[in-house]
């Protein structure tokens, strides 16, 4: 067996502390680093394989880092319990790895992951210590190789012949074939198999190793395609459509008629900030009562998403719920966001940009008085931030109604202007999230009471304080790109 090392010193010293069981953060600190991530992705590379348990098992069967003494096996270990153990080396993503490992030993996934968190409760360790705890034990030997046997069903058709060899990056990827039902790539079932157990776009990323960009980037894809825009109807459709395992059924205590409406329609396809009017729309529940009542699920921190895989789990969703309100066409906006009035002139409707459920601090509009921005041209005393609407709703609800600043409506153009000091923002700034407008360009702004003449008007007033950078945080940051369904709360 060849010993030629292929890591960096620095590699190799990741490699050693990911073996005992240290996570990236833990590696950092421990080793005075930020970039412990980055290292394990090229080590990884360099290896031929995908995940941090196959790293280990690969630099320890090779000998790039030094195996651990052998030593008695522990006792009390049934044949599953070693088969699964040993079957921590397969080279798939750990949200796969109970559906892999069940069809190995032909048994059902929920037992699988019961086992799975038992030995790692048992030996205080994660999966990549279990891995060198195995070699330790003698349940690994190095000759098992990372992928599959296709006779699989027994502890013999788990031990392949093959030696652990680096895959070629140039030839074709071992994993999932592509999905027939959605066109998936092997990448993209990736992303969407570990959305389920991932509290957010960047914790789906460190499971993959890959940036939380891609990540994004990925679900985007899958989401046109499929024809969703966000990520909790997403996850719907693939329950329901089989391109996740549904949960494993657990029925809790009984939820109440109001909760059990209110979770059902969880699934609908709108903007986040538009959910809790939606849900009021088809449940007939009070506006108050729809927020009360999400409050309380997302209490224990998990995403939007994973409260959906939740009410599969406890059989209050099932494949019979839609992700449309009915009598709502796709792609029309949502009622929030459309005049209710038939007696409007014809004309641009006003755009919604109020988050449902809060108001401007003050009464609005104000009472008469002279107009502090009429003429304003940007680039002198003032700049402007031209944003699309869900990206403003999602803003305001974040920063809260008692830091608002003035924003202006523009349905001609579907945008909103958020007004700032002119040295608030960078003068080229854009981001996906929105641009500043160019300099000297002469704003036309409607009076405080009466919209103008291309149907613009004031959504918070403009005798609000003018925007500053704190409060302008979140919208120029730059590294967050956007996601299918924006921001999530």
Same mark, same amino acid.
């Not at 037992?111 to 060198?132: A, D, F, P, W």
């Not at 041209?377 to 608002?404: K, M, N, T, Y």
């Not at 007004?419 to 003068?427: C, F």
């Given at each position: 067996m060849s010993t030629e090392l292929p890591f960096t010193p620095r590699e190799t010293e990741v490699a050693i502390l990911l073996a005992e069981g240290l996570s990236t953060q833990e590696i950092d600190h421990r080793l005075g680093i930020k970039s412990s991530a980055?290292?394990?992705?090229?080590?990884?590379?360099?290896?031929?394989?995908?995940?941090p348990r196959s790293l280990v098992y690969v630099s320890l069967a090779r000998q790039w880092i030094p195996r651990p003494p052998v030593r008695e096996a522990?006792?009390? $270990?049934? =044949?599953?319990?070693? &088969?699964?153990?040993? #079957? @921590?080396?397969?080279?798939?993503?750990?949200?796969? *790895?109970?559906?892999?490992?069940?069809?190995?030993?032909?048994?059902?996934?929920?037992?699988?992951?019961?086992?799975?968190?038992? $030995?790692? =409760?048992?030996?205080? &360790?994660?999966?990549? #210590? @279990?891995?060198?705890?195995?070699?330790?034990?003698? *349940?690994?030997?190095?000759?098992?190789?990372?992928?599959?046997?296709?006779?699989?069903?027994?502890?013999?058709?788990a031990a392949s012949t093959s030696v652990a060899e680096p895959r070629q990056v140039t030839g074709a990827q071992n994993g999932p074939s592509r999905s027939s039902r959605w066109n998936l790539t092997e990448r993209q079932q990736f992303v969407l198999d570990v959305l389920p157990s991932s509290r957010s776009i960047e914790k789906a990323a460190e499971q993959l190793g890959i940036r939380s960009k891609s990540v994004r980037r990925h679900l985007q894809t899958i989401s046109r395609s499929v024809g969703v825009t966000s990520l909790r109807a997403l996850t719907h459709q693939a329950l329901a459509n089989g391109l996740l395992d549904p949960p494993e059924l657990r029925p809790g205590p009984e939820?109440?008629?109001?909760?059990?409406?209110?979770?059902?329609?969880?699934?609908?396809?709108?903007?986040?900030?538009?959910?809790?009017?939606?849900?009021?729309?088809?449940?007939?529940l009070p506006g108050e009562r729809v927020r009360s009542v999400l409050q309380q699920m997302r209490a224990g921190g998990e995403a939007d998403w994973q409260l959906v895989v939740r009410g599969w789990a406890s059989g209050v969703i099932t494949a019979q719920d839609v992700i449309?309100?009915?009598?709502?066409?796709?792609?029309?906006?949502?009622?929030?966001?459309?005049?209710?009035?038939?007696?409007?002139?014809?004309?641009?409707?006003?755009?919604?940009l109020i988050p449902?459920?809060?108001?401007?601090?003050?009464?609005?509009?104000?009472?008469?008085?002279?107009?502090?921005?009429h003429g304003t041209?940007?680039?002198?005393?003032?700049?402007?931030?031209?944003?699309?609407?869900?990206?403003?709703?999602?803003?305001?609800?974040?920063?809260?109604?008692?830091?608002?600043g003035p924003v202006l409506a523009r349905p001609e153009t579907g945008t909103a202007l958020l007004?700032?000091?002119?040295?608030?923002?960078?003068?080229r700034w854009?981001?996906?999230?929105?641009?500043?407008?160019a300099a000297h360009t002469r704003i036309h702004l409607p009076g405080e009471h009466t919209p103008g003449r291309d149907g613009s008007h004031w959504a918070v007033p403009p005798a609000a304080p003018l925007w500053t950078t704190p409060r302008l945080h979140w919208l120029l940051d730059e590294t967050h790109p956007s996601a299918p369904e924006g921001h999530h709360a």
């Open positions: 980055r290292l394990l992705r090229n080590a990884k590379h360099k290896a031929g394989v995908t995940t522990p006792a009390q $270990l049934s =044949e599953l319990e070693e &088969l699964l153990w040993a #079957g @921590l080396r397969i080279d798939v993503p750990d949200a796969q *790895l109970p559906r892999a490992l069940s069809q190995l030993a032909r048994t059902s996934k929920g037992r699988v992951s019961s086992i799975l968190e038992n $030995l790692k =409760e048992r030996h205080q &360790l994660n999966y990549c #210590g @279990l891995i060198t705890r195995a070699f330790a034990v003698g *349940l690994l030997s190095g000759r098992e190789g990372t992928h599959l046997s296709r006779s699989a069903g027994s502890v013999s058709a939820a109440t008629a109001e909760v059990a409406a209110v979770w059902r329609s969880v699934v609908l396809d709108v903007p986040d900030a538009e959910l809790p009017a939606e849900i009021a729309a088809v449940s007939g449309t309100r009915p009598g709502r066409r796709s792609g029309r906006r949502p009622s929030s966001m459309r005049s209710t009035s038939s007696s409007a002139p014809a004309g641009p409707a006003p755009l919604a449902p459920g809060m108001t401007w601090r003050d009464p609005f509009p104000p009472s008469p008085g002279p107009h502090p921005l041209v940007s680039g002198g005393d003032f700049a402007f931030l031209i944003v699309q609407p869900e990206v403003c709703r999602a803003f305001l609800h974040r920063v809260g109604a008692e830091q608002w007004i700032a000091h002119a040295d608030s923002i960078p003068t854009r981001t996906p999230r929105g641009r500043r407008a």
